[in-house]
């Protein structure tokens, strides 16, 4: 039996130690101010880092949601059309969902990954890879 521990243990000490972390996932809340009939994403650049995504994923996954056009001027989006804070913040919680989260452990440190044409969730975690949709 403690031949089994000591493999255990060993185990346990090859594994990344972001597994063990307890701590949740908070990325900044969007900062959206409706000037006319545009709407700007004013920490645009600050959720992209939090989030590790490309830029242009997450903008083509927003315009589509929102079904409007968009596009990037320095560190804010700026929207066609009057999109309010909460809808940006729901939107952002279903594409942590869909393209951030692991669904295995929880855990937000993935990385999507293309291979043919079939993306993936890889997450440094745990080592689990899920296919997603494409945006």
């Keep these: 039996m403690s031949n089994y521990e000591e493999l255990l243990k ?3 000490e090859q594994l990344p130690e972001k597994i063990f972390e307890k701590s949740r996932f908070e990325p900044p809340k969007p900062d959206v101010v409706i000037e006319g009939n545009r709407s700007f994403f004013q920490n645009w650049h600050q959720v992209v880092t939090a989030l590790n995504r490309d830029e242009n994923h997450l903008l083509k996954f927003l315009t589509k949601e929102l079904a409007t056009s968009a ?3 320095g560190q804010r989006a700026v929207f066609a059309g009057k999109h309010f804070r909460g809808t ?4 952002l919680n279903r594409y942590m969902k869909e393209y951030v989260i692991c669904p295995e452990c929880g ?3 993935t990385n999507l990954i293309k291979e ?7 997450c440094e975690a745990c080592g689990a890879r899920t296919s997603v949709k494409s945006v």
Excluded: G, W
């Design 116 to 122: 043919d044409r079939i993306n993936f969730l890889v």
């Design 88 to 91: 940006m913040i729901d939107l």
């Design 71 to 73: 596009n990037i001027e």
């Design 107 to 109: 855990k937000p440190d």
């Design 10 to 12: 060993r185990a346990r």
